[in-house]
């Protein structure tokens, strides 16, 4: 059964990190893209990060420089690193593959205020 469980989320005040964890099952993270989506109230789900076979990245705009994606294949894992939190990054954080083939998550809450 394929499934994928998101943690590492929390409330954090800005300037702060967090790491968040996403273990999957059911299917290897490892054999295509993976990516972190994020999403707002009232808003759209929007992609954040994405990380490649060859370990290539990419990332939106608005989190250059601030978040790093990752992945652990001997534990079948993606993480992402967020430095720099701002308010605006406050939103339920998800990951899949990119495209998002598979089933959601619940995903984790990132709140960051003061």
């Known amino acids: 059964q394929v499934q994928l469980v998101e943690s590492g989320g929390g409330l954090v005040q800005p300037g702060g990190s967090l790491r968040l964890s996403c273990a999957a099952s059911?299917?290897?993270?490892?054999?295509?893209?993976m990516a972190w989506y994020r999403q707002a109230p009232g808003r759209e789900r929007e992609l954040v990060a994405t990380?490649?076979?060859?370990?290539?990245?990419n990332y939106a705009e608005s989190v250059k420089g601030r978040f790093t994606i990752s992945r652990d294949n001997a534990k079948n894992m993606v993480h992402l690193q967020m430095n720099s939190l701002r308010p605006e990054d406050t939103a339920v954080y998800f990951c899949?593959?990119?495209?998002?083939?598979?089933?959601w998550g619940q995903g984790t809450q990132v709140t960051v205020s003061s």
């Open positions: 899949n593959t990119e495209p998002p083939w598979r089933t």
């Open positions: 990380i490649f076979l060859g370990g290539s990245t």
């Open positions: 059911g299917f290897t993270t490892s054999s295509g893209a």
